[in-house]
């Protein structure tokens, strides 16, 4: 099954940025929505941010005005800038694209650690 490359993630003290990318490994064809989730250790996956294929963006509350979510479809890349980091973003973090007729496609994740 095809995975999405993830790639951006490492260790940053706290008021730090990262930006993840992420991008099929090869041609990948009417993509919709593209998006990032995190799961931390011991809680639930949850959506941190998503971008249509009309450029609508949502973000989680806890991320707004720190986290950035863009796309270019010339590449079918997504990206996530993150600015001002905080430990409790400390996650695994996935990428996803949505197509019409096939089932969601993930990225392996990829890890963020944010000390204080």
């Known amino acids: 099954q095809v995975q999405l490359v993830e790639s951006g993630g490492g260790s940053v003290q706290a008021g730090g940025s990262l930006r993840l990318s992420c991008a099929p490994p090869?041609?990948?064809?009417?993509?919709?929505?593209m998006g990032w989730y995190r799961q931390a250790p011991g809680k639930q996956r949850e959506l941190v941010a998503s971008?249509?294929?009309?450029?609508?963006?949502n973000y989680a509350d806890s991320v707004k005005g720190r986290f950035t979510i863009s796309r270019d479809d010339a590449k079918n890349t997504v990206y996530l800038q993150m600015n001002s980091l905080k430990p409790e973003d400390t996650a695994v973090y996935y990428c996803?694209?949505?197509?019409?007729?096939?089932?969601?496609?993930w990225g392996q994740g990829t890890q963020v650690t944010v000390s204080s």
């Open positions: 996803y694209v949505d197509r019409p007729w096939f089932n969601r496609v």
């Open positions: 971008i249509s294929n009309r450029d609508v963006r």
């Open positions: 090869g041609s990948m064809f009417t993509i919709e929505a």
